[in-house]
Each structure stands twice: as structure tokens, then as C-alpha cells.
């Protein structure tokens, strides 16, 4: 069994900042890509940044320069560090982490419940 949870989002003005973290845990062998991903109302899930397990990354335009992904391999966590938020940011965030139970299984994808980030004065 494999969790992945979600934790951190909240009310935020904009041009505050928010951390989100991620934690993947239970039968885990390895993790290779832990992502953040958003859904607003009306709109589809959309990438917002993925990080490997050696460190590299990959943003969304909308959220370069505003948001910082980073990682800590020991503790399976990933974290979000969103800057200069506004309100089209507004949206429930995912975690996933693309991971392996055991050395002959697959890469498979595991989805946190999300959380809530709201952008509003």
C-alpha cells in the first residue's frame, strides 16, 4: 500500500506565498518523479512543476519565476514553494509521485487527495 498526502494549502492574499508539501510513504522501493499539478473549476488538471530524483525540474510557464519545486529523497517529500501568488492560481493541488514498490515491478503513478489554495483578497 502506497500514500500519498497533501498538506499546506489555505486562504491567501494576492502577492502572498505558500508552501505545499507532499509526503509518499508505505511500501515504497523508489521514487523517480514527484510533481505538483492543479485543477480550478471549469478547467482541466494542468501541470505545475515535476522534479526528479537526481533534482531536475520543469515548470509551467504561468508559474516560472513564482514557484520553486524541491525534494527531499529521504523523506519521499516533495514541496511547493509558491510566490507572488494570484488569484488565477486558485485551484486544488495534486501530488503525485511515479514510484516503484519493488525492483521487478513498474513505474507506476500514485495521486495525493489534493489541496485547496484560494487567492483572494
Known amino acids: 500500500q502506497v500514500q500519498v498526502v497533501e498538506s499546506g494549502g489555505d486562504l491567501v492574499q494576492p502577492g502572498g506565498s505558500l508552501r505545499l508539501s507532499c509526503a509518499a510513504s508505505g511500501s515504497i522501493f523508489s521514487i523517480n518523479v514527484m510533481g505538483w499539478y492543479r485543477e480550478a473549476p471549469g478547467k482541466q488538471r494542468e501541470l505545475v512543476a515535476t522534479?526528479?530524483?537526481?533534482?531536475?525540474?520543469n515548470f509551467a510557464d504561468s508559474v516560472k519565476g513564482r514557484f520553486t519545486i524541491s525534494r527531499d529523497n529521504a523523506k519521499n517529500t516533495v514541496y511547493l514553494l509558491m510566490n507572488s501568488l494570484k488569484p488565477e492560481d486558485t485551484a486544488v493541488y495534486y501530488c503525485?509521485?511515479?514510484?516503484?514498490?519493488?525492483?521487478?515491478?513498474?513505474?507506476?503513478?500514485?495521486w495525493g487527495q489534493g489541496t485547496q489554495v484560494t487567492v483572494s483578497s
Open positions: 503525485n509521485a511515479d514510484l516503484k514498490t519493488a525492483a521487478w515491478r513498474p513505474v507506476q503513478r500514485y
Open positions: 522534479i526528479t530524483d537526481g533534482g531536475n525540474t
